[in-house]
């Protein structure tokens, strides 16, 4: 079983706090660019892998999707989300992503917002949704960027002149990654974007964008603490094809 970091009670009272849990879709800087990649939800049948507290899947509601199975591993998240949802057809589930069985062509769009880096098989899971979905579907998801997550002891060095660095360690070294964020030793699984990408299309996806987000300077102008992420890139963007 996948680590539960979100129940968690440390872990959980941080993330609460953050701008993208309080202020939704809206808080999140990077949902400008991922609402751009999607397709028409008219109609459609929608899974949400790590749904967190329902924001997508409200969304989605409100943009024409016909239903939407929202999953987390995590009971707060799913207890929240179904707090805040009152649509019939918003299906709620704990489901771990690492065991995860999906029916066959169920889906008309499986999205994920910050969760594929949990997972220990991807390579297992992107199978498993291919296989749910439709033909010409599309997956569109977002991860930690290898780049961000690479680094053994993540966080900025700063050289005599004041600039910042951020460490790129052992990058090529795949596998687990245990940080120190909002609660000690939370464990995330490290992919370089080759075996990311390789594992999509080895799964008989076809690729058709790849995003290494960074804010615009309107964003930065608006959010000032955003202008660190021109640094390195924080997330990485994917939309694939069945």
Known sequence: MAQNIYDNPEFFAGYSKLRRSVHGLDGAPEWPAIRALLPNFNGKRIVDLGCG???FARWAKMHGAAHILALDISENMIARATADTSDPDIEYAIADLD??????????LAYSSLA???VQDFERLVRMVHRSLTSGAHLVFTIEHPIYMAPTRPGWSVDSDGRRTWPVNQYSVEGPRRTDWLAKDVL???RTIGTTLNILIGAN???R????WGPADDEIASNPDLAEELERP?????VAQR
């Not at 065991?99 to 008309?108: K, W």
């Not at 964008?209 to 290494?212: A, K, L, R, S, Y």
């Not at 924080?234 to 994917?238: C, F, R």
């Open 53 to 55: 507290f329902g924001w």
């Open 99 to 108: 065991h995860l069985d999906l029916p066959e062509a169920s889906f008309d």
């Open 116 to 118: 594929f880096h949990y």
């Open 188 to 190: 995330k699984y490290h």
């Open 205 to 207: 996806f076809t690729i």
């Open 209 to 212: 964008h790849v995003q290494e």
């Open 234 to 238: 924080m997330m990485l963007l994917v």
